[in-house]
């Protein structure tokens, strides 16, 4: 059987879907690898996205932390005239005429 039989036995209409065929398959094929690069892209963008904003939270929560430390409430404790004391003072009482 010679090489040429196969093409002359293979219909016109035949030949012309096998191609339209390749040419969907392979279309499709390069328009997923373009949407999974996209999809990637915007993957990278939201971890970078989310890192940022992990690292800012984590220093608005050390800032947080330094204006309301203990160490910081002492001072200010101090400033006010305050003592420190482990002994209790008088209860409070709060007349409820007034």
Known sequence: ???????????????SLLI???GAVFTLYVGHVHATT????QLQQARTENQRLHLKHNRLQGEFGRQVGPSVIYERARELGLKGSVTYGPPITVDPAE
């Not at 059987?1 to 030949?15: D, H, I, K, Q, W």
């Open 38 to 41: 996209d999809l990637y892209n």
């Open 1 to 15: 059987m010679s090489e040429g039989a196969f093409l002359e036995n293979v219909s016109t209409l035949r030949f």
């Open 20 to 22: 339209l065929a390749v």
